[in-house]
């Protein structure tokens, strides 16, 4: 957006891949639904594309703002007029310097921990996002056993019901086969690493795009599709080696068979997880997904950022931070702004291009002395990805966020079909949950944004006898 809104300006791209994510495939689905892929490309494809600017492979060491300088890691410096600051997230590991915990957020570890599991009979995965929900729907012929510490799964998109339409979908034996991945990974010739070590989550590598475990076999030793055992309300409590936990001399557990309290189990496990509720499993590895720390450090230094709550750099709705001319973007900033009453920042691809195609106007905006209003995605949050092979749409306060126990909900749900959850408050629509293909993304879009007063419908909003579409045309 910089090349084009300042073509004969020098643009430097400071990165610490090799490659750079590029949105392919965009499409607009409606006034705030975007659907897009995104791709690994060899940052050479940039700057063929737009010549005035040039990729520098290196992480940053030091920020200097003051005299507006960048030390990179290879000894160099760089002075700019503007800067923005896109470094992402990086996940939020329960252990770290453990190798048999990985965190999975980027392509790369998502490797790493497709090669561990050629060998693995059980595995642990503990967290309660998008990326846990994804894996343990992919992974077959290898126990897992998903700790969450909520009562139910994928807490961050869902409530319970919306869990429970999915839940049978994680035992069903056989899954469609997967579609053939888009994505391609590119390496710098000569620098195909030999061996990985095992957990090298903590190098900056760059965010999985929607659809990563598409094309990698996730697939364990054991000939069964799937066996998932969900341990609920619980968090991790100690992990053990195997030979601190044959110190210990406790029991652990062997796989808890349907409707049966789980035995002791007679194998022995390289690692241990020792769960809150008093659970201990024995296993292969140990799947850290989550969720994800603003990356900041590299930048805190010496500077003086207004930092979140959530540890991101606090930005303006011009996407400025306290520093001059140095903006953020992405899943390294927290919104700072008095947000719209349906919108909220959560770390997802889409905020991620959204937020970097707006700062890129505002830092031209401010470059010129414009005035440049708030851009019209931030009026209200929405989401479309795939779970389990449904189409997932979430709009607004999808999960009631911030509304205290003033508002409604309505349910309509055909079991293997479709799931729909509206969030009412005071006869408006404040927000919705749409699994399976509804085709109601865009009538719910515009009654969210357009606030009309829905009390008069009542129940028949979800009646499926009624088309609603037409009706709001």
């Given at each position: 957006?910089?090349?084009?809104?300042?073509?004969?300006?020098?643009?430097?791209?400071?990165?610490?891949?090799?490659?750079?994510?590029?949105?392919?495939?965009?499409?607009?689905?409606?006034?705030?639904?975007?659907?897009?892929?995104?791709?690994?490309?060899?940052?050479s494809l940039l700057e063929k594309r737009y010549p005035n600017i040039k990729v520098i492979q290196s992480g940053v060491?030091?920020?200097?703002s003051a005299e507006h300088k960048v030390l990179t890691e290879d000894g160099k410096e760089y002075i700019y007029d503007?800067?923005?600051?896109?470094?992402?997230?990086?996940?939020?590991?329960?252990?770290?310097?453990?190798?048999?915990?990985?965190?999975?957020?980027?392509?790369?570890?998502?490797?790493?921990?497709?090669?561990?599991?050629?060998?693995?009979?059980?595995?642990?995965?503990?967290?309660?996002?998008?990326?846990?929900?994804?894996?343990?729907?992919?992974?077959?012929?290898?126990?897992?056993?998903?700790?969450?510490?909520?009562?139910?799964?994928?807490?961050?998109?869902?409530?319970?019901?919306?869990?429970?339409?999915?839940?049978?979908?994680?035992?069903?034996?056989?899954?469609?086969?997967?579609?053939?991945?888009?994505?391609?990974?590119?390496?710098?010739?000569?620098?195909?690493?030999?061996?990985?070590?095992?957990?090298?989550?903590?190098?900056?590598?760059?965010?999985?795009?929607?659809?990563?475990?598409?094309?990698?076999?996730?697939?364990?030793?054991?000939?069964?599709?799937?066996?998932?055992?969900?341990?609920?309300?619980?968090?991790?409590?100690?992990?053990?080696?195997?030979?601190?936990?044959?110190?210990?001399?406790?029991?652990?557990?062997?796989?808890?068979?349907?409707?049966?309290?789980?035995?002791?189990?007679?194998?022995?496990?390289p690692v241990y997880v020792e769960l809150t509720n008093g659970n201990i499993y024995g296993c292969n590895f140990i799947?850290?997904?989550?969720?994800?720390?603003?990356?900041?450090?590299?930048?805190?230094?010496?500077?003086?950022?207004?930092?979140?709550?959530?540890?991101?750099?606090?930005?303006?709705?011009?996407?400025?931070?306290?520093?001059?001319?140095?903006?953020?973007?992405?899943?390294?900033?927290?919104?700072?702004?008095?947000?719209?009453?349906?919108?909220?920042?959560?770390?997802?691809?889409?905020?991620?291009?959204?937020?970097?195609?707006?700062?890129?106007?505002?830092?031209?905006?401010?470059?010129?002395?414009?005035?440049?209003?708030?851009?019209?995605?931030?009026?209200?949050?929405?989401?479309?990805?795939?779970?389990?092979?449904?189409?997932?749409?979430?709009?607004?306060?999808?999960?009631?966020?911030?509304?205290?126990?003033?508002?409604?909900?309505?349910?309509?749900?055909?079991?293997?079909?479709?799931?729909?959850?509206?969030?009412?408050?005071?006869?408006?629509?404040?927000?919705?949950?749409?699994?399976?293909?509804?085709?109601?993304?865009?009538?719910?879009?515009?009654?969210?944004?357009?606030?009309?007063?829905?009390?008069?419908?009542?129940?028949?909003?979800?009646?499926?006898?009624?088309?609603?579409?037409?009706?709001?045309?």
């Amino acid at each position: 957006q910089l090349a084009m809104d300042f073509p004969s300006e020098d643009i430097f791209l400071i990165t610490a891949s090799p490659v750079i994510k590029a949105v392919t495939n965009f499409k607009q689905v409606s006034k705030t639904l975007e659907e897009f892929d995104v791709e690994e490309q060899p940052s050479s494809l940039l700057e063929k594309r737009y010549p005035n600017i040039k990729v520098i492979q290196s992480g940053v060491k030091h920020l200097k703002s003051a005299e507006h300088k960048v030390l990179t890691e290879d000894g160099k410096e760089y002075i700019y007029d503007k800067l923005c600051l896109c470094a992402g997230a990086k996940p939020k590991l329960i252990l770290e310097g453990n190798p048999y915990v990985l965190g999975i957020r980027d392509t790369d570890s998502a490797e790493a921990f497709q090669k561990n599991l050629a060998q693995a009979e059980r595995i642990v995965v503990v967290g309660n996002g998008g990326i846990a929900l994804e894996l343990v729907y992919e992974i077959q012929g290898c126990e897992v056993i998903w700790a969450i510490k909520d009562k139910a799964i994928g807490n961050t998109f869902f409530d319970a019901g919306a869990a429970e339409f999915l839940i049978p979908k994680l035992t069903a034996e056989n899954q469609e086969t997967p579609i053939e991945c888009k994505r391609t990974k590119y390496t710098m010739e000569g620098s195909d690493e030999k061996e990985r070590p095992i957990a090298a989550s903590d190098k900056p590598g760059s965010a999985l795009g929607p659809d990563w475990h598409e094309g990698l076999a996730l697939k364990g030793t054991k000939e069964f599709s799937h066996k998932v055992h969900i341990e609920i309300l619980c968090e991790v409590k100690k992990i053990h080696l195997q030979q601190e936990f044959l110190l210990l001399q406790q029991t652990s557990l062997a796989f808890p068979k349907e409707g049966q309290k789980a035995e002791p189990d007679e194998v022995l496990w390289p690692v241990y997880v020792e769960l809150t509720n008093g659970n201990i499993y024995g296993c292969n590895f140990i799947v850290s997904a989550t969720g994800v720390v603003p990356n900041v450090k590299p930048f805190l230094d010496g500077n003086d950022f207004d930092v979140g709550e959530d540890g991101g750099l606090k930005v303006d709705k011009h996407m400025h931070t306290s520093v001059p001319d140095t903006y953020a973007a992405g899943d390294i900033c927290t919104a700072s702004w008095e947000p719209s009453p349906v919108w909220h920042q959560m770390r997802l691809w889409t905020q991620a291009r959204q937020m970097g195609w707006y700062a890129a106007k505002c830092m031209a905006a401010d470059t010129l002395g414009e005035s440049i209003d708030m851009d019209f995605c931030f009026e209200l949050f929405a989401h479309v990805t795939k779970f389990f092979n449904y189409k997932v749409v979430v709009l607004g306060k999808y999960n009631a966020q911030g509304l205290g126990l003033d508002h409604e909900l309505m349910l309509r749900c055909t079991k293997g079909q479709e799931y729909v959850k509206v969030v009412m408050q005071n006869g408006r629509m404040m927000g919705a949950v749409l699994i399976g293909e509804t085709d109601l993304e865009e009538t719910f879009e515009n009654l969210i944004l357009n606030q009309m007063d829905l009390s008069a419908y009542g129940e028949d909003l979800l009646n499926p006898d009624i088309d609603i579409e037409d009706y709001f045309d």
